[in-house]
């Protein structure tokens, strides 16, 4: 079972500052299976990257995802205020789907 | 546009049986796509429950695999979730969401559509 490991937990950082989300599989995974999402407080959450690196339509070009093995990387290049909220990463294996624990990018 | 929407008690007794429904609109459960659930307990962060497929395939958590059954119903465009024997960790928000399956340079899959969640509590 794949296990995915997000970090930091929290990131506190001002707007116009540019946000780096690790997430790390306990195996290696295919990159087209890795997902990212953005949730924010009493909403569903959003889809933002599919494939490890393809935007999701109508997402906007500062966010971005890399990575591939077991290392994956979401980066915001410049923080706008409605970017503020919790980020999952998600893999499809096996068994199924999983989620990350998710990482928070608070306002500093 | 698809949407999505959960429906069902929002009180459930413990040991009793959380039942929700998500109805398609705006297109067909009987399209080229996986149909799950995922949940959030309070405060906390997201599981995937199952998925199915409009022919009645499953895939579940094998963590949740012994109480889970997802149905299809695709002549009310709709599809359920039965969850047995719930104690009070099985309180949280539900969410239905759409799996998106893509051939771009090799296949992608995802989740892109989610209903807004509805909230359960398994409280007496």
């Known amino acids: 079972e794949i296990v995915l490991t997000q970090s930091p937990g929290t990131l506190s950082l001002s707007p116009g500052e540019r946000a780096t989300l690790s997430c790390r599989a306990s195996q290696t995974v295919s990159s087209s299976y890795l997902v990212w999402y953005q949730q924010k407080p009493g909403q569903a959450p959003r889809l933002l990257i599919y494939?490890?690196?393809s935007r999701a339509t109508g997402i906007p070009d500062r966010f971005s995802g890399s990575g591939s093995g077991t290392d994956f990387t979401l980066t915001i290049s410049r923080l706008e205020p409605e970017d503020f909220a919790v980020f999952y990463c998600?893999?499809?294996?096996?068994?199924?789907?999983?989620f990350g624990q998710g990482t928070k990018v608070e306002i500093k | 546009q698809v949407q999505l929407q959960e429906s069902g008690p929002r009180l459930v007794k413990p040991s009793g049986t959380l039942s929700l429904t998500c109805a398609v609109s705006?297109?067909?459960?009987?399209?080229?796509?996986?149909w799950s659930w995922v949940r959030q307990p309070p405060g906390k962060g997201l599981e995937w429950i199952g998925e199915i497929y409009h022919s009645g395939s499953t895939s579940y958590n094998p963590s949740l695999k012994s109480r889970v059954t997802i149905s299809v119903d695709n002549s009310n465009n709709q599809f359920s979730l039965k969850l047995t024997s719930v104690t009070a960790a099985d309180t949280g928000v539900y969410y239905c969401?759409?799996?998106?399956?893509?051939?771009?340079?090799?296949?992608?899959?995802?989740?892109?559509?989610w209903g807004k969640g509805t909230t359960v509590t398994v409280s007496s």
């Open positions: 494939g490890a690196s």
């Open positions: 998600q893999y499809y294996g096996s068994s199924g789907w999983t």
């Open positions: 969401a759409r799996g998106q399956t893509v051939v771009t340079s090799s296949w992608v899959y995802y989740m892109d559509v």
């Open positions: 705006g297109g067909s459960i009987s399209s080229s796509n996986w």
